[in-house]
């Protein structure tokens, strides 16, 4: 089976991810996303990380501010 490549906002995502984290030292939350990104709502963000988390690109912890983390493989697609 071919594994599904990103979408530009996807990718996009992904680069605001890394971006916010080198300058900050912590994620970004899913607010500062959407402003990032420019989407209005949350919950459509929150449905473009659960994506992204889906396909092994992202990680977080369940219940707990600014955990995103872009693993291994989401870097090199970012």
């Known amino acids: ?3 599904k490549s990103l979408s530009e ?3 996009e995502i992904l680069a605001e ?6 300058e900050n030292g ?3 939350t899913v607010r500062e ?3 990032l990104v420019g989407l209005k709502s949350t ?7 659960s994506n992204l988390r ?3 690109h992202i990680t977080w912890i369940e219940s707990m501010p600014r955990t995103i983390t872009v ?3 989401g870097v090199a697609e970012a």
Not at 17 to 22: L, N, R, Y
Not at 43 to 49: C, F, H, I, T
């Open 54 to 56: 889906d396909s092994g």
């Open 17 to 22: 991810i890394i971006k916010f984290k080198k």
């Open 1 to 3: 089976m071919q594994e």
């Open 33 to 35: 996303l959407c402003k």
């Open 71 to 73: 693993v291994e493989k």
């Open 43 to 49: 919950s459509s963000m929150a449905a473009q990380l």
């Open 26 to 28: 912590f994620s970004p």
């Open 9 to 11: 906002r996807q990718k």
